[in-house]
């Protein structure tokens, strides 16, 4: 079946570090990919999305590509803030079905 | 606009006990699911409702857990009777409509289950 295998945390980076979250997938056929972040006290929000092979999502600097050659969908920001800390989920939707990794908390101090 | 909305935010109950739990999904969504996500998992769907009729409820654990959409708006998720292993979040999410990619979460109901 679909699954979503992302990079463990817990991730802890200072202010104007470079963040990158790595998520690989399995799928039978083309998903769409998506990366939500939830932050303290909040439900899920959807960060961004892809909807095919190489498509690049983006959203308040965060970036993701949909690589179907090695089967990823990495997130990256070149220089996170305070109130990026959150945690992150790389999702997969297949016949509208979403399937989700585990989620991956990350921390930018000060 | 506002969003999903749901109650209580956290329930703490002994084992054996049953517990509810309400969601109001965005005004005019036709579609809406309920997750379940245990702590240091990502949420898994529990069921997912098209109006008041249920769409797909295969991870549901039926012994247990029962749903409705009366109305096809508001639902509630029942657990009778809970388990250690239920001690999760229990998220409610709407969409405009079933096939749709974009859904939009509510906060949350976290349950601890002692």
């Known amino acids: 079946g679909d699954s979503v295998t992302q990079m463990e945390g817990p991730v802890t980076l200072s202010e104007e570090a470079f963040l990158t979250i790595n998520c690989t997938y399995t799928?039978?056929?083309?998903?769409?990919l998506f990366w939500y972040v939830q932050y303290p006290g909040e439900g899920l929000q959807l960060l961004l999305k892809a909807t095919k092979a190489d498509d690049k999502g983006s959203n308040k600097g965060f970036e993701a590509t949909y690589r179907k050659e090695t089967t990823s969908f990495h997130l990256e920001k070149g220089s996170v803030q305070v109130s990026d800390s959150a945690v992150y989920f790389c999702?997969?939707?297949?016949?509208?079905?979403?399937?989700f990794g585990a989620g991956t908390t990350v921390t930018v101090r000060a | 606009e506002a969003g999903v909305a749901q109650s209580p935010r956290y329930k703490i109950i002994e084992k054996r006990q049953s517990v509810a739990f309400w969601c109001n999904p965005i005004s005019g969504h036709a579609t809406l699911y309920w997750y379940q996500q245990i702590l240091g998992q990502g949420p898994k769907l529990l069921i997912q409702?098209?109006?008041?009729?249920?769409?797909?409820d295969s991870q549901l654990p039926k012994d247990r857990f029962s749903a409705e959409r009366l109305k096809g708006v508001d639902s509630t998720l029942k657990i009778q009777p809970a388990k250690l292993e239920d001690s999760a979040v229990y998220l409610c999410?709407?969409?405009?409509?079933?096939?749709?990619?974009?859904?939009?979460f509510g906060p949350g109901t976290r349950l601890l289950v002692l």
């Open positions: 999410a709407s969409s405009p409509r079933t096939r749709q990619e974009t859904q939009y």
């Open positions: 409702f098209q109006n008041n009729g249920v769409v797909d």
């Open positions: 999702a997969l939707m297949d016949d509208y079905k979403l399937s």
């Open positions: 799928a039978t056929g083309y998903p769409s």
